[in-house]
């Protein structure tokens, strides 16, 4: 059930901007939406400046591997969830190497709040 709840959030937080139109320059909507993301972050965990820069590197990285993760395994959603599932356990293990213990806290809170709510 975590996974299925990790799993919704990261398809979540992909899909933030998915609501615009396809832009030529996929790169730059990749980096609006990494950065959208760490403001996001920023506003529920006091990050420092140089912690907002790695965060909004290490988003920019879990955007960009879930999309190919997401053109690899089209045809198979078992081998898509777990490569999905690898991607994020990535992302928090690093993301726990940026953050304080209090942060990351503070991340596994939110994070629980937003599956619930995408839940409803």
Excluded at 15 to 28: E, L, T
Excluded at 43 to 71: H, I, M
């Amino acid at each position: 059930m975590k996974n299925f709840a990790t799993i919704l959030l990261l398809c979540s937080m992909c899909y933030v901007g998915s609501a615009q139109p396809a832009a030529p320059a996929d790169g730059s909507r990749m980096t609006d939406r990494a950065k959208a993301m760490t403001r996001q972050m920023a506003e529920k965990l006091p990050l420092s400046e140089g912690q907002y820069v790695k965060v909004r590197q290490l988003n920019l990285r879990l955007l960009t591997e879930t999309a190919d993760v997401r053109k690899q395994f089209a045809d198979d959603a078992t081998a898509l969830d777990e490569a999905l599932a690898n991607v994020q356990m990535r992302y928090e293990w690093d993301l726990a190497t940026i953050l304080r213990p209090r942060q990351m806290a503070l991340y596994d809170q939110s994070k629980m709040s937003m599956t619930a709510v995408n839940l409803q």
